[in-house]
């Protein structure tokens, strides 16, 4: 099997935001008279908006809150702390070299579309995209496999064994699992590799700049052909 398209999830994957959306979420909780450990809300990045509510809230506070909490958090991140997100090294030269490889791109993203424009235009990558997602695709949030799914119909023909899905965090793999892709696990996003091979990653990288040199050395359209159980790094 050869790999025709490669999915990205954006957070924590392509971009160095886990650290600021925790923060953001701490706020949103604190605003609303919840107190969440930091640890805690770490631990939910990667998982849908309501998934992360439903984690560290009583069912109560769900009920009255989950929305307004949400809706807080995307205020705080994108006012106080997108303007300050940068890409991970390597990005552009990987989306580059998977353009010379044949194989097609696009960005998996659950944020909403404004949102993941902004993203394309921090990453510079808009050039080498095929197709990019935004939340308002997927009708279910990680770990189901939605946002890949969509991110695979907009390439066309391209069938899940034939694609990998890239991102930081057990949600995302468990989602990758459950739509039939590869999964190759970034460790940027603060997982450990042991949970990011246990949610279905079938190879774990240090971050996307390891994933460029591996790629490099073996060709990432071929990495799929070796045995899973020679693909844990």
């Keep these: 099997m050869v790999i025709r398209a490669a999915l990205f999830d954006v957070d924590g994957t392509l971009l160095d935001s886990s650290a600021f959306h925790v923060e953001a979420w701490r706020r949103a909780f604190s605003d609303f008279g919840i107190e969440v450990a930091v640890p805690a809300i770490a ?10 509510v439903k984690a560290l809230c009583t069912p109560e506070q769900v009920a009255k809150f989950s929305k307004g909490l949400i809706e807080r958090h995307v205020e705080i991140f994108s006012r106080d702390y997108l303007p300050r ?19 097609r791109i696009a960005l998996a993203s659950s944020a909403q579309e404004w949102e993941r424009d902004r993203h394309i235009e921090i990453l510079g990558v808009a050039h080498l995209l095929d197709h990019a997602t935004s939340g308002e695709a997927a009708e279910t949030t990680k770990p189901a496999p939605d946002i890949f799914q969509a991110a695979l119909c907009g390439l066309g023909d391209v069938a899940p064994e034939e694609a990998v899905a890239i991102g930081d965090s057990p949600y995302d793999a468990e989602a990758a699992r459950r739509g039939g892709f590869w ?18 990653a079938h190879m774990v990288f240090m971050n996307i700049a390891d994933l460029l040199q591996d790629s490099k050395r073996r060709g990432f359209g071929s990495l799929a052909q070796r045995p899973l159980s020679t693909m844990v790094r």
């Design 85 to 103: 997100v940068q890409p991970f090294p390597g990005v552009v030269e990987l989306f580059e070299r998977l353009r010379h490889d044949g194989v």
């Design 183 to 200: 999964c190759f696990g970034v460790l940027s996003g603060g997982f450990s590799k042991q949970r990011l091979l246990q949610a279905g």
């Design 43 to 52: 631990q939910q990045m990667g998982n849908g908006g309501d998934r992360v």
